[in-house]
């Protein structure tokens, strides 16, 4: 954390809100009082990240996922990633398969391969 006095937690809200932009997350706290390691700053992203604005990218899989998933109709996916791989997860006749994918953001042709319907 490139502000130790600032609640890590929080921190990662703010993130969150700015699509993962750091440097006006950071703009945003110093604007407002909170000091900086200043060797970070230049650092910073300025972009929004490309991930946080994936609405079916779920992060790194968790086994809960599964009971959510399995409460969906056919043609539910979601991506993630499991041991550092991409991974496409679906729920077709009431189970839930995963393949590997090149990155979350999943081609439409892809989808239409596996018949999927709705993230």
Known sequence: NMFPKFPDSMLQVLILREDGNTKNTAKSLIKR???PQ???LKS???NPCPLLQIP????????EYIQK????????YITCVVKSKPMI?????KQ?????VVYPL????YIIGLNLSSP
């Open 44 to 46: 910073l992203h300025k």
């Open 69 to 76: 998933l399995k409460r969906k109709p056919n043609g539910t």
């Open 89 to 93: 997860c679906f729920v077709k006749d």
């Open 106 to 109: 999943v081609d439409p042709e």
């Open 96 to 100: 839930i398969f995963m393949q590997q």
């Open 56 to 63: 079916y990218y779920w992060g790194t899989w968790k086994t």
């Open 33 to 35: 009082g909170w000091k």
């Open 38 to 40: 200043r060797k970070h």
